[in-house]
């Protein structure tokens, strides 16, 4: 328990914009020139290829050959290329997969990692089987989740696509709600029933509101995983208008011609909403991460 | 809310219904995690293990029983052998680099001064960028006509030669395991650092009463703390590194030659190129033999860790 709420209290001062001031604390040790050094380095790291990520989509082919890093003279062309061509409409449709899966696998999850977390129900069965799904390559459950479509009609629709995102991140899910819901203090819940509700009641009135930040969290990573994938999107949205945009910037690289400028510029309109969706939820992603994944 | 008969203080019967109707009610929350366990685990298993016993294509699954006549022709076979073997050593490589990196930027970050929001925000965005994008990204730094590292080798060294990291034999997997490191270390670096704030303050306060030295402290006091959260992130990395395929997909295809045929392509080259259900579902099986056997050492030493 004590480790628990170690670990909120962790996640608070990361996300708490006051940390730097609160210096300094017992428990940190005096910063060092060598660890300055090395945050500095890090952050280099992970933004030049960034930067030259917006750098080359600013360039003309003949620009990004004779070896220049940064465009004098910035050629806008690639954007409005990329802006006229199919990769809007590919972003559209991946942010509501995306959106649309998460929400669909919050609520087909939520119940079920209640009852697992503080009923034990299914067993120990149940609770060491959910998270098989995730260890193999997603590949294997391609032939079942191609059968389920075919079933419902749904095949080459993103309404099918947003199905199966629904359902590939049901077992994560309950695995990264589940050190949320060890949280609650049982006596809340005993209260609930004292007061005389039921299960549903419960779940609905009493532990849903208290996991509104772990719901915004876990649904936060769930929609990036669906924003990103790749190789359901591939099979299952063969037709233009359902195509996500992953599958549309994968299909340029296989043009005769690559337009190096164009498919950068049309990297970053495709990375642009989902930085600005974590960015944003910074807070709760991080949340999420640290309480879900390590417990 | 209306008072239903399951009220605590009641006679034994209505409680005894009450306590019935909650377990029915926890079996009705389970039941959608139940179909996606069915849908996701042991659908794909009975299928996969029924191929693997049988001749199948993709159109026409099941055709005749064939016995052990796949696994024999996968464990002779020098292409799956290899595939297997680059897996593992890709996924430890790829997996012992994050964990390192990520768990040094941690403690650097914990020591720094510049720890703040900016530089928080900028070492989370790789895990957000789409794995295709980062191997676009990868092969643009990487190309040999105008690339990052082929400018930055010209500029600093004139006159050399021409070096195509990704149509290289040797080196094309590594520079996919660079663009794999570059994407998810963020997420060791965020596992970590945040058990590093987490340390009780009471026992390092301890400690320096006790006069122990930064290196004393560091090696027994928070290196302990942490030890757990480090082995589970390599766990979490060491998985997620098997799996890769989309940067493959994206940087290399499989190539040059075999070179970068990480396991999940040769599954997806062995179903939907070469339509042989029967030897994919059976390349399938042995991944899950290997990630199995490799990952139960590392499964048992955390157990250990978490324990003490």
Do not use: C
């Amino acid at each position: 328990m004590t480790d628990t709420l170690n670990t909120t209290n962790a996640a608070q001062a990361f996300n708490s914009r006051r940390f730097r001031k609160r210096l300094p604390t017992p428990g940190k040790p005096r910063p060092s020139l060598l660890a300055n050094t090395w945050v500095l380095l890090s952050v280099i790291v992970v933004l030049v290829p960034l930067l030259y990520l917006i750098s080359i989509s600013f360039m003309t082919q003949g620009q990004i050959a004779s070896g220049i890093l940064v465009p004098t003279d910035p050629a806008f062309s690639n954007w409005s290329n990329a802006w006229d061509s199919a990769i809007p409409r590919g972003v559209l449709n991946s942010l509501m997969a995306a959106f649309g899966g998460a929400i669909l696998t919050l609520l087909l999850a939520l119940p079920g990692a209640w009852a697992i977390a503080r009923h034990r129900t299914g067993g120990k069965a149940l609770s060491g089987l959910i998270l098989s799904p995730w260890l193999l390559p997603p590949i294997v459950a391609i032939i079942p989740l191609l059968t389920l479509l075919r079933i419902l009609g749904l095949t080459n629709t993103l309404e099918g696509l947003t199905l199966v995102y629904a359902l590939i991140n049901v077992p994560v899910a309950i695995w990264l709600l589940d050190g949320f819901i060890r949280r609650i203090p049982v006596e809340i819940e005993e209260a609930g029933r004292i007061d005389g509700a039921n299960e549903g009641q419960l779940l609905l009135r009493v532990v849903t509101p208290m996991l509104a930040p772990a719901l915004i969290a876990v649904g936060v990573i769930a929609a990036i995983l669906n924003y990103n994938e790749f190789l359901f999107a591939t099979f299952l949205t063969q037709s233009q208008e359902s195509q996500t945009v992953p599958v549309l910037l994968a299909g340029m690289l296989s043009e005769r011609v690559q337009d190096f400028g164009r498919i950068a510029a049309s990297s970053l309109i495709a990375v642009i909403p989902i930085f600005t969706v974590a960015v944003l939820l910074q807070r709760y992603l991080i949340e999420g991460l640290t309480t879900g994944a390590v417990k | 809310m209306a008072v239903p008969s399951g009220h605590p203080g009641g006679s034994g019967g209505p409680r005894r219904r009450g306590r019935f109707t909650a377990r029915l009610y926890h079996r009705i929350f389970i039941s959608p995690s139940v179909l996606v366990l069915l849908v996701l685990a042991a659908y794909p298993l009975v299928f996969i293990a029924s191929a693997a016993l049988t001749r199948s294509s993709l159109g026409n699954p099941f055709q005749e029983f064939v016995g052990a006549a796949n696994f024999q022709t996968a464990v002779s076979s020098p292409a799956i052998r290899d595939s297997l073997a680059l897996g593992t050593g890709y996924a430890f490589g790829v997996a012992v680099a994050s964990t390192a990196l990520g768990t040094v930027t941690a403690v650097a970050l914990w020591r720094s001064l510049h720890a703040g929001a900016f530089v928080r925000t900028v070492l989370l965005l790789p895990m957000i960028v789409p794995p295709v994008v980062v191997g676009i990204l990868f092969g643009f730094i990487f190309s040999p006509s105008g690339g990052l590292l082929h400018t930055l080798i010209r500029r600093f060294t004139p006159g050399s030669g021409t070096f195509a990291v990704l149509s290289d034999t040797t080196w094309a997997i590594f520079g996919v395991a660079l663009a794999d490191v570059w994407e998810w270390t963020p997420l060791v670096v965020l596992l970590v650092f945040t058990a590093l704030l987490g340390q009780q303050p009471e026992i390092i306060e301890a400690a320096q009463l006790d006069g122990a030295s930064g290196y004393q402290m560091f090696r027994h006091i928070t290196l302990p703390a942490v030890a757990g959260t480090i082995i589970a992130a390599f766990m979490i990395r060491l998985i997620l590194a098997f799996k890769v395929f989309d940067l493959v997909y994206v940087m290399t295809s499989g190539g040059p030659g075999s070179s970068t045929q990480v396991p999940a392509f040769l599954i997806w080259r062995s179903a939907l190129q070469n339509f042989d259900v029967g030897i994919a579902a059976t390349i399938t099986l042995l991944l899950a033999i290997v990630v199995t056997v490799v990952t139960i050492p590392v499964f048992l030493i955390t157990k250990r860790l978490r324990d003490d």
